[in-house]
């Protein structure tokens, strides 16, 4: 069974804060993995990495995957409390369609 | 706004009852998703539809039932309702069949009493 695991569970920085947080999969097939940003309803889409695009940054967000340790990181440097959120992994497997298991996620907390 | 529209947002019902959630995706996205997220399981993936065809099924329970129209929205079917299918009902859309990431659309809510 496939399995997406998040770290830490929840986390609460200040403003200006880096931030550092994990995902490790286990799962057969790797295509690629996600991450998404939840406030309060939708999740939104921030980044997807393959084993062509192991690398992606966006302003303040970066994210890495490495293929080898299963896991992908997840930065935010000079945090702002509009990041307060659940941030989310998930990861999409070759197989007929395009489905995503996603982790627990890491409730994040930026106090002022 | 991701592009994706869902309706209802809130819906209240009674043990027992069905209901219908339904989807439009963004414009020119093919696939559509359908995902529920609940405080005890977190975002699970229900079902799967590209162009009108069921692509992937997840741990989609019997009581469901999705499907993909010509002009590609989508509905949930949930039928014979529990307590426990009390939760946030997302679907998602993306442009092909795999490869692609997936934009959400705000949910349904959706409470069973």
């Known amino acids: 069974e496939d399995k997406v695991v998040q770290s830490p569970l929840s986390l609460v920085v200040h403003e200006g804060d880096t931030v550092t947080l994990n995902c490790s999969y286990e799962v057969t097939n790797f295509r690629s993995l996600l991450w998404y940003k939840q406030e309060k309803k939708a999740p939104t889409f921030l980044f997807m990495l393959?084993?062509?695009?192991i690398e992606k940054k966006s302003g303040r967000l970066s994210s890495i995957l490495d293929k080898k340790e299963l896991s992908s990181i997840l930065n935010i440097t000079a945090t702002q409390t509009g990041d307060s959120a659940i941030y989310l992994c998930a990861v999409e497997v070759f197989n007929a369609g395009n489905m995503l298991t996603f982790g627990g996620g890491t409730r994040l907390m930026v106090k002022p | 706004d991701s592009g994706v529209t869902q309706t209802p947002k809130h819906l209240i019902t009674a043990t027992g009852q069905r209901v219908t959630l339904r989807c439009s995706p963004r414009s020119g996205d093919l696939s559509v998703y359908w995902y529920q997220q609940s405080l005890d399981q977190g975002l699970q993936f229900l079902i799967q539809?590209?162009?009108?065809?069921?692509?992937a099924k997840g741990n989609i329970l019997e009581r469901f039932s999705a499907q993909q129209f010509p002009d590609l929205h989508s509905e949930l079917n949930l039928s014979s309702l529990e307590l426990g299918d009390s939760a946030l009902y997302f679907c998602?859309?993306?442009?092909?069949?795999?490869?692609?990431?997936?934009?959400f659309g705000p949910g349904t809510r959706l409470t069973v009493l």
């Open positions: 393959t084993s062509s695009g």
């Open positions: 998602a859309s993306s442009g092909g069949a795999f490869g692609n990431e997936q934009f």
């Open positions: 539809y590209y162009n009108g065809e069921e692509r």
